[in-house]
C-alpha cells in the first residue's frame, strides 16, 4: 500500500502551458506539503496545509496555486510554466502541524521538466 | 539565507568504515533535528531525528550526535555498506515563529560506499 502517491511521475510541457499535479495520502494524517527539489537537489516547503486550511505559504509565484478538496488530497496547479520550474516537486504528509515535529512522509515525486 | 548548513557535499567511504556528515544552524528557535535519507527516484525518508535535551541517539549503525552549545549536529554511520550509499539531508524544525511548522533542509550529501 502507497503512503503517499503522486501522479503523474513525470510531466514535460511547453512554456506557457498549464499543469497540475496530484498528491493523496492514506496515512490519515492532517497536515500536507508541498516541497520542491531544484537540480542541485536542494528542498524547499512551497506549501503546507492542515485539515485543509493553508497554513504555510512560502515565497512562491502566484502562478502556483495549491487546492485540498479534503485532508487527503493536496494538488498543485502551475499556470503559465516557466523554465525555471523543471524540478521534482514532492508531496508530504504528517499526522500533524506545529509543535513537536511531527515526522514527514514523502511521495515518491513528481519530475516536471518544462521546455 | 541557509537555515542549515551541511557538509560534505559529497562522501565516499569504503566499505567497512564510518561515514560522518555535518551540520550546523545559528537559528535557537529550531528543536527537533531530524535526518533523511534519498535514493534515486523515490522520495525522502525519515532514518533518524533527535531533540536538544539529549546529545546522542543511536538507532542501529545510526548515531545522530548533538551539540547544543556549539548548534551543530552529525549523522555517523557506522559499518558503512554499499546499500547506504544515498543523498542525506539533514532537517530542523522548530516550535515558533518561522520555524513552527517547517522543515528546513541542509543542501545535502551525496554518499557512496565502495564494495
Known amino acids: 500500500d502507497t503512503a503517499v502517491s503522486q501522479t503523474p511521475k513525470y510531466l514535460v510541457t511547453q512554456m506557457g502551458n498549464d499543469k497540475s499535479i496530484k498528491c493523496e495520502q492514506n496515512?490519515?494524517?492532517?497536515?500536507m506539503y508541498w516541497y520542491k527539489q531544484d537540480s542541485k537537489k536542494f528542498l524547499k516547503i512551497m506549501f503546507s496545509?492542515?485539515?485543509?486550511?493553508?497554513?504555510i505559504n512560502e515565497t512562491v509565484p502566484n502562478r502556483f496555486s495549491p487546492k485540498s478538496p479534503d485532508k487527503a488530497h493536496l494538488n498543485l496547479h502551475i499556470n503559465s510554466l516557466e523554465l525555471g520550474d523543471s524540478a521534482v516537486y514532492f508531496c508530504?504528509?504528517?499526522?500533524?502541524?506545529?509543535?513537536?515535529?511531527?515526522?514527514?512522509?514523502f511521495g515518491p515525486g513528481t519530475r516536471l521538466t518544462v521546455t | 539565507q541557509q537555515q542549515v548548513k551541511q557538509s560534505p557535499q559529497s562522501l565516499i567511504v569504503q566499505k567497512g568504515g564510518i561515514s560522518i556528515i555535518n551540520c550546523a544552524y545559528e537559528?535557537?528557535?529550531?528543536?527537533?533535528f531530524p535526518w533523511y535519507q534519498q535514493f534515486p527516484g523515490k522520495g525522502p525518508a525519515l532514518l533518524i531525528a533527535?531533540?536538544?535535551?539529549?546529545s546522542e541517539k543511536k538507532e542501529g549503525r545510526f548515531t545522530i550526535s548533538f551539540n547544543k552549545s556549539a548548534k551543530q549536529f552529525s549523522l555517523h554511520i557506522m559499518d558503512s555498506q554499499p546499500g547506504d550509499s544515498a543523498t542525506y539531508f539533514c532537517?530542523?524544525?522548530?516550535?515558533?515563529?518561522?520555524?513552527?511548522?517547517?522543515?528546513?533542509f541542509g543542501r545535502g550529501t551525496q554518499l557512496t560506499v565502495w564494495p
Open positions: 508530504a504528509s504528517s499526522q500533524d502541524w506545529g509543535r513537536f515535529g511531527y515526522e514527514q512522509y
Open positions: 496515512l490519515g494524517h492532517d497536515t
Open positions: 496545509y492542515n485539515n485543509k486550511e493553508l497554513i
Open positions: 537559528n535557537t528557535a529550531f528543536d527537533y
Open positions: 533527535i531533540r536538544p535535551d539529549v
Open positions: 532537517a530542523a524544525s522548530g516550535g515558533r515563529g518561522s520555524t513552527l511548522g517547517r522543515l528546513y
